[in-house]
């Protein structure tokens, strides 16, 4: 079945670049028919999307981060990563990547396909921004 | 953006007992609504998405309803196994945009 597994240092000194990569085993990230995505979790609190991309490379991220934020595919190795800049003590998280399902919605008359849910979560990894 | 406000905070039941969470949109987000429930140490499990639907292998106990702004979670009869924090998430329609409640607490009374 399918699995995701998050990597990358646990920890990252403030202002530097924080770097994860998820890679998917089980299936092909290059299916057509899901988005994935990252979200995090700061200690004893609750879930924050940071953004998503599909096989293609097309991207959405959340506005309050997108300044900060790039999250980019490799169909190659079967994985996508995350990067996110400029980091401080408020970065400190579970960070998780997911699989999205698909909903099909009408843009401008095009049929476009859109991330709906989270259904498949990798384990998540503790990232901790400290000098 | 649009705010999910979960209620209540923390629920204390009992096995067997029937388990109502509320999850309401400060806007409607029409029937984009998932549920997810997680446990300790553990990352978040899918329930239920487009307000209504289950998610693979969940158990018919679990049941999602609402639309535009107020959802509801319905867990029929609690088994030991359900106890955890609950969360529920919204899709903006676009672009597309996700956010989470700041999640319920279900525990044993």
């Known amino acids: 079945q399918l699995q995701l597994q998050e990597s990358g240092p646990g920890l990252v000194k403030p202002s530097e670049t924080l770097s994860l990569t998820c890679t998917v085993s089980g299936g092909s990230i290059s299916s057509s028919s899901y988005y994935w995505g990252w979200i995090r979790q700061p200690p004893g609190k609750g879930l924050e999307w940071i953004g998503s991309?599909?096989?293609?490379?097309?991207?959405y991220y959340n506005p309050s981060l997108k300044s900060r934020v790039t999250i980019s595919v490799d169909t190659s190795k079967n994985q996508f990563s995350l990067k996110l800049s400029s980091v401080t003590a408020a970065d400190t998280a579970v960070y998780y990547c997911?699989?999205?399902?698909?909903?099909?919605?009408?843009?401008?008359?095009?049929?476009?396909?859109?991330?709906?849910?989270?259904?498949?979560w990798g384990q998540g990894t503790m990232v901790t921004v400290s000098s | 953006e649009i705010v999910l406000t979960q209620s209540p905070a923390t629920l204390s039941l009992s096995p067997g007992e029937r388990a109502t969470l509320s999850c309401r949109a400060s806007q409607s987000v029409s029937s984009y609504l998932a549920w997810y429930q997680q446990k300790p140490g553990q990352a978040p499990r899918l329930l239920i998405y487009d307000a209504s639907n289950r998610a693979t292998g969940i158990p018919a106990r679990f049941s999602g309803s609402g639309s535009g702004t107020d959802f509801t979670l319905t867990i029929s009869s609690l088994e030991p196994e359900d106890f955890a924090v609950y969360y529920c998430q919204q899709r903006s329609n676009w672009p597309p945009v996700y956010t989470f409640g700041q999640g319920t607490k279900l525990e044993i009374k």
């Open positions: 991309i599909y096989y293609s490379g097309s991207t």
């Open positions: 997911a699989r999205h399902i698909l909903s099909l919605i009408t843009i401008f008359g095009v049929v476009t396909p859109i991330p709906d849910a989270f259904d498949i």
